[in-house]
Structure formats: C-alpha cells, structure tokens
C-alpha cells in the first residue's frame, strides 16, 4: 500500500514517519503506533513528541496491552551474557536509581548521535531483566499523574488513540508553536515605553536594547522619573550611558537631577569610587567628590600610602577649589600629625623592645600611636615624653602650637597625663604663672575644680588635694569636693569660712576617734572665731 494510505509504513528503523504531520491521516496514526517497532531511536523520538503538551493534558495508556501489540524489546536490550532473556522475564528492580532527565538512561550507548539512549540490561545472568524507572514529564515534578514508568509506558504502545487525544495534542502544539513565534518576534519588536516601565517595576523580563534612538531613549528616562520609580530610573540611567558618547550622557545628565541623583546611589552601592568622584566634579558638587577621595584616602592601612593619597587628594581637590580653603588647612594638619607619629612610634616600638627605659616599663604602651586623633597623640607624649625640648617631634607644646590647640584643651589633657605618671611637681610647674610684679601663682585655664577631680581619678595624695582645693573660690564647691574626695581637713577648714559652728559639730561627733576631730574641737574653742 501507499503511505498515504497509512498502511505498509515497514519498520521505523528504515522508515520513519511523525504522526503530527499534515499528511497523516488519523487512521494512519493508529496503526504507527499499534504496529510499529520501536528501537532506541524511536523510542526516544516518540517521547519527546509526547511530552511536547501543558502541564494540564496527560498522555494515558492502556496497562495491559496484547501480545500482538507488544513492540519487541530485543533489539533495545544491552545483554549482558550470550543468552538474551525474553519480554516475559523482565521485571522492575526497586533498588535501580531512578535518573534525573526524561527518558535518560544509565549508560550512554557508543556511537549514539542523540544526546540520550535507553539501555536495558539484566540484572543477573539468566535471571530477570530491570527496566530503569523514567519521569515521562508534562509540566510539574510533583504531580501525582505527571509521570509514568518504562513498563507502564512501553505496556501501553499498543492502545488506540482516539481523534479527540490527537486534536487536543495537535492544539497543544499549534499552542506553543505560536508562543515561541510571539516570543522571538517580541524580542525585535520595540515595545511602548509605558510598557517597558510596567515590567521593570513589576519585576518582570524586559529589554531596553531596542532603544536605540536618542529621543527613545530619553524618553524612557524622563517617563521613568515621572513615575519616581528607582529601579526604573537606574536602569533608564544606565542604559543611556552604555549607549551613548559621555559628553552627551554627562550633558543629559546634568539636566535632570533626580537621575543623577540615582546614578550617584548606584555608583557609592558598587563602590565605583573612580566614576563617582568624576561625575560629582562633573555636576560641580566639588565639596562632595573632595570628601569621597579623603575618605578613600583615610580607609587605607598602610600609613605611606595614606600620606601620599592624602597629600594627592590636598592638591586636587582642596587647593583647587577655592570654596575649600579652609578644609585644606585641616588636611595639611592631617598630613602634619601623620608624619609626626611615624618617626615616634618607630622610636618608641625600638625602646621597648629593648626594656631599658623605666616609663615604658612602669606604663607599658598598649596601642600603637600612628592613626590616633592629636588629643590622644598630646596625651601619649605629656606621658612618655613630657620634658622634650620644643625643637622635637614628640614636644608636647611643638604639637600644642602645631596644631593650634586651646588652652584650656592642653591643661586637662597634660593634667590628666602627668596624673598617671604621678608627676605633681610637674602639674605644679604646669599651674604655676608670673602675677604682677614677677611674682608666681597658681592658675588653671580648666578651674581648679576640675583639677581636683583629675587628681582624684588618678588618686593623688590627700595633701595634693588639700592644696588644690584650697583655691576652690565657691565654698559650697570646695565642700562639696571636700567630701567627695574625702579630704577631712578640707572640709573643716571649709566650715570655719562658712562660719558653719554646727557643721563643725557634727563634724567631730561623727569622726570623734581621729586626728581631724581633735583638730575640729580644737577650732571650735577658739574664741577669735566669729560664728553665724
């Protein structure tokens, strides 16, 4: 017969016919797949053409086919011995692995053209034959009826499909035949702006790449910033400045500057420093891109390259700009306390190691001085090197008048440092001024308030404290500091100003036992003393 006729189609290894095609009869599908044999190649064909519909249509067999419908299985079969077991003796091991693709198989067969094959070989010899257990797929892994076995599909070759399973799987291909078509021909096709912006903010695949006029793509930009969407400005952004020259995009962008704005936010969240200074100098946001390239020049660990990219970022930006005048002196102070601290860490890390020097033995040094603030780099040196002559780097007053320090800054931060040392001579030293006629006092720029409350965090003596307080000027303070610091002979001394005679009463009966409650009952004998 003719093959028109869908009768004598011969055997699908010589001669092979897909039951989808336009001159395929109905009739002539039934009998391809009631008749014909299948070997690996056209098993493997056939699948696929079944697996071609939604995840909503199931392909269904029937589970117990005929004798005369069973395709014989021989020429699929890899034997393992010489005798070859019949269909009859195969059966499903449960213990084979199950693959992970449709229609794979364990073992690739040699010279085979197609990327998967079917091999089924026995299990033992003599014995029975496994069919590896294969997912026919149509849609989800998990469905209940979206998979079917070898046995239960190969079992169920010989049914008879009726024309209502061959039309709605013909449908189902015409189906995806067109939304294949729609979707390579959506790709070359530019689609309405508004359309665009949707899917970039609902997150959804898009294209930009067929924007290729200026006037497009400027209008993508402009709309985007109408909506005040971010993803959709930075995309608009980035787009237009892969695609066109930079003058034109720094031109554009200068026009519109919530999008530069947003281009400034993706540039500092990629940290492409290099382009954010540029495009800051660029839109004359000079003041912004000088502080970019201080903090870059700052985050670098090595002290070398911190003073050279310091010193870079001084002449760039901050000489250049007149605006930033001010700032610069503050970088060149910067620069000026970094090259200080280098030669005096180096001198101090040599000393220490060697342990011969009594203060780093008495204080042992536990941070390193490079990188600290210049309060902290005065307090180091007022501890380890206070009585340096002024020409040297670690001079506490060469870092006073370097960098221009306070008064009342230097006394508490010296102060507090000879305190640690136990060095009150030198605190007197520090406190003591010329009065008229060259005469010396005692003067604190901080109060002598505070120095007592320095003295006693560093726990000076109590005649250390009773000197000081006795410049208190406020009595209710030097009291108050009296008792705090637990200065006895203070606090007596305080009451007597304040003409307190009940104060000085119950002074002595609370600390009755002590040197100072003696000396309290001695003053309230005194009759030269005219009490409230």
């Not at 098993?43 to 395709?71: H, N, R, Y």
């Not at 085979?112 to 070989?121: E, G």
């Not at 005065?378 to 002559?389: A, E, G, V």
Request: hydrophobic share 40%.
């Amino acid at each position: 017969m003719d093959a028109d006729d869908g009768e004598g189609f011969g055997d699908f290894r010589t001669r092979k016919k897909n039951i989808f095609d336009d001159d395929v009869s109905v009739e002539a599908a039934k009998k391809i797949i009631t008749s014909a044999r299948f070997d690996d190649d056209d098993l493997d064909d056939d699948m696929e053409i079944l697996d071609l519909g939604s995840s909503t249509t199931s392909v269904k067999f029937s589970a117990a086919p005929s004798s005369k419908t069973m395709p014989d299985l021989s020429s699929l079969a890899t034997p393992a011995s010489s005798s070859v077991p019949s269909p009859a003796n195969l059966r499903i091991n449960p213990s084979a692995a199950e693959p992970r693709h449709s229609f794979g198989s364990f073992q690739k067969a040699a010279g085979h053209v197609r990327s998967q094959s079917l091999t089924i070989a026995p299990l033992k010899s003599g014995g029975d034959m496994q069919f590896p257990k294969v997912n026919m797929l149509r849609g989800s892994n998990t469905g209940s009826n979206s998979s079917l076995t070898i046995e239960e599909a190969v079992g169920t070759m010989g049914r008879k499909f009726g024309s209502m399973d061959v039309d709605q799987m013909q449908q189902e291909i015409i189906q995806l035949r067109k939304q294949l078509l729609a979707a390579r021909k959506e790709r070359w096709t530019k689609m309405p702006v508004d359309l665009t912006l949707r899917r970039i903010m609902k997150g959804e695949p898009y294209s930009l790449e067929n924007y290729r006029a200026l006037e497009d793509k400027l209008s993508l930009l402009d709309k985007a910033v109408t909506l005040m969407d971010g993803n959709a400005i930075t995309a608009a952004v980035l787009h237009l400045k892969k695609t066109v020259k930079r003058a034109t995009f720094q031109q554009e962008l200068m026009l519109r500057p919530v999008a530069a704005n947003h281009y400034l936010a993706y540039l500092r969240g990629h940290f492409e420093h290099a382009e954010l200074i540029d495009t800051l100098s660029m839109l004359g946001r000079s003041e912004e891109a000088a502080i970019v390239k201080y903090r870059l020049a700052c985050s670098t660990g090595d002290i070398n390259t911190k003073v050279s990219s310091l010193k870079a970022c001084l002449r760039a930006h901050f000489e250049a700009e007149p605006s930033l005048a001010g700032d610069a002196s503050l970088i060149r102070e910067h620069i000026d306390l970094l090259e200080r601290q280098r030669p005096i860490e180096d001198s101090d890390a040599r000393l220490e190691a060697e342990g011969r020097t009594k203060v780093f033995l008495d204080f042992p040094r536990r941070f390193a001085l490079v990188n600290m603030p210049v309060t902290t780099t005065l307090f180091y040196c007022c501890l380890y090197h206070y009585h340096l002559q002024e020409n040297s780097f670690a001079s506490p007053v060469s870092i006073k008048k370097r960098h221009e320090l306070p008064e009342r800054q230097f006394v508490w931060t010296a102060v507090s440092a000879r305190a640690k040392a136990k060095g009150w001579t030198d605190i007197e030293q520090l406190l003591t001024a010329k009065g008229w006629f060259g005469g010396k006092k005692l003067k604190a720029a901080i109060g002598f308030g505070k120095v007592v409350d320095i003295l006693h965090r560093f726990q000076a003596p109590h005649d250390i404290l009773a000197k000081y307080l006795e410049l208190v000027e406020d009595l209710d303070t030097r009291l108050t500091l009296a008792k705090k610091t637990d200065c006895k002979k203070a606090m007596i001394e305080t009451l007597v100003k304040q003409k307190d005679r009940a104060g000085v009463e119950e002074f002595a009966r609370k600390y009755s036992a002590t040197i100072e409650a003696e000396y309290a009952r001695r003053v309230l004998r005194d009759e030269a003393i005219r009490w409230k």
